[in-house]
């Protein structure tokens, strides 16, 4: 009896074990849907909200970001510390500003928002992750990091 209680608890374990982690909540696209056809959300980071913009045709997501220290791109001949980036399928690239004309809600923690083949997941703890394909970024405990190619 023992021997076939141990077998039972050690079968249980391991499918609980190889189960995948349960993926992040995905909200209904609509209700960040803006004119022009589309999306926008706010998340927190750093103490301060910031905005991001999904487009179609194609698919460009643009986010404000907290760009690592000393990291500058020349706009008009200037020097300038980018404040958003831009993200494709083709890869990534910095912005010097983003603007946006809406008002839009924000994406709560944990949640994510995956509309034209673009995801982002704002982070739990403040923070967001965003993808196109392969290309993408962390904004997370004061790092920024990046995946793909870098854009020109």
Same mark, same amino acid.
């Given at each position: 009896?023992?021997?076939?209680?141990?077998?039972?608890?050690?079968?249980?374990?391991?499918?609980? +074990?190889?189960? &995948? *982690?349960?993926?992040?909540?995905? %909200?209904?696209?609509?209700?960040? @849907?803006? /004119?022009?056809?589309?999306?926008?959300?706010?998340?927190?980071?750093?103490?301060?909200?910031?905005?991001?913009?999904?487009?179609?045709?194609?698919?460009?997501?643009?986010?404000? +970001?907290?760009? &690592? *220290?000393?990291?500058?791109?020349? %706009?008009?001949?200037?020097?300038? @510390?980018? /404040?958003?980036?831009?993200?494709?399928?083709?890869?990534?690239?910095?912005?010097?500003?983003?603007?946006?004309?809406?008002?839009?809600?924000?994406?709560?923690?944990?949640?994510?928002?995956?509309?034209?083949?673009?995801?982002?997941?704002?982070?739990?703890?403040?923070?967001?992750?965003?993808?196109?394909?392969?290309?993408?970024?962390?904004?997370?405990?004061?790092?920024?990091?990046?995946?793909?190619?870098?854009?020109?």
């Amino acid at each position: 009896m023992k021997r076939a209680l141990l077998v039972s608890t050690i079968v249980a374990a391991s499918f609980v +074990v190889a189960l &995948p *982690a349960a993926a992040e909540p995905a %909200v209904d696209a609509d209700r960040y @849907r803006v /004119e022009g056809g589309g999306y926008a959300f706010l998340y927190h980071y750093d103490g301060t909200k910031r905005v991001c913009t999904i487009q179609a045709d194609p698919t460009t997501v643009r986010c404000g +970001v907290s760009a &690592p *220290a000393g990291t500058r791109i020349t %706009v008009k001949g200037r020097s300038v @510390r980018p /404040e958003a980036v831009e993200v494709t399928d083709r890869g990534w690239r910095y912005l010097d500003t983003l603007t946006v004309q809406e008002r839009p809600r924000t994406l709560p923690e944990g949640a994510r928002l995956s509309v034209h083949g673009a995801s982002c997941t704002a982070l739990r703890d403040n923070g967001l992750e965003c993808s196109v394909d392969s290309a993408g970024f962390t904004q997370e405990d004061g790092r920024f990091s990046t995946r793909g190619r870098t854009l020109g």
